[in-house]
């Protein structure tokens, strides 16, 4: 694991506006949140970005990783970003917008926005629901990693996808989907056109389950699944500090 796939905090003190929790997808690692987090960083904000059990090592060490685990380790990452006394936002690319959704669930009262990239909330492939029995016969499969449209780009992945963890990460969707009415936060949506890995379906269901009075949608037009690390990259970034500038004046005189 090289230091770029190690997870990372940003801290600037008192005057940071806020924090963004960036919580990176699956078989990925904090490395594909790094340049999100270096930008959000330059113009005023905390970051923090956990690496989730299992991530960022090969995938066998993976497969023994839950989803539970997962969340716990976001949940710890929003107390530490708490901790720095500035309102926090989380972000969070594919899996980790499914986690981001199911922390707005659980404890949106902590939380002034969503930023999603390519969130999942379901699968839509028809051999998916075999996942908790082909773990057994079929351990991995090939990786699904490094979806990204620019051609000299490669994302931080495991070799291959665990069954097991993917197994997981569908239980997690089956939990979150249901309470998705639970997400009242104010919420921002990057969906890319053309996505090999999640279906831009997703996001709308996404759209039409919260209860969010806000929710801003925007399409990606030449990026593919790691929206973060492909051409409209910038798109994200600055269309995340202006939704966050934009809850903060909503709430001034609340938190300061």
């Known amino acids: 694991m090289t230091n770029d796939s190690e997870e990372f905090t940003f801290d600037l003190g008192s005057d940071a506006k806020a924090t963004m929790v960036l919580c990176h997808g699956f078989t990925s690692d904090p490395a594909s949140m790094r340049p999100w987090g270096e930008y959000l960083r330059d113009e005023g904000f905390n970051v923090v970005s956990p ?7 090969t995938w066998q060490v993976l497969a023994k990783a839950t989803w539970q685990q ?9 107390d530490e970003a708490m901790a720095l ?7 969070g690319l594919s899996m980790g917008g499914s986690l981001c959704l199911r922390l707005a669930e659980q404890r949106g009262a902590d939380l ?14 028809p051999q998916g629901f075999l996942a908790p029995m082909l773990r057994y016969v079929m351990p991995s499969v090939s990786s699904i990693g490094s ?11 495991t070799s291959r996808t665990p069954v097991a963890a993917y197994a997981s990460l569908r239980r997690l969707w089956q939990v979150t989907r249901p309470e998705l009415a639970r997400v009242t936060v104010p919420l921002r949506i990057f969906t890319s056109a053309e996505d090999h890995v999640v279906s831009p379906r997703n996001s709308a269901v996404i759209r039409a389950g919260v209860r969010s009075k806000e929710v801003e949608s925007t399409v990606l037009p030449r990026s593919f699944h790691v929206a973060t690390l492909d051409y409209d990259a910038e798109t994200i970034f600055s269309g995340s500090v202006e939704f966050m500038n934009r809850q903060l004046v909503k709430t001034r005189g609340v938190h300061d």
């Open 51 to 57: 690496l989730l059990p299992g991530h960022g090592d």
């Open 70 to 78: 997962w969340y716990r380790r976001l949940e710890e990452a929003l």
């Open 85 to 91: 006394g500035r309102p926090v936002f989380a972000g």
């Open 112 to 125: 002034s926005g969503l930023v999603l990239v390519n969130p999942a909330i379901f699968d839509d492939k």
């Open 147 to 157: 979806d990204v449209n620019k051609p000299d780009v490669r994302e931080k992945t």
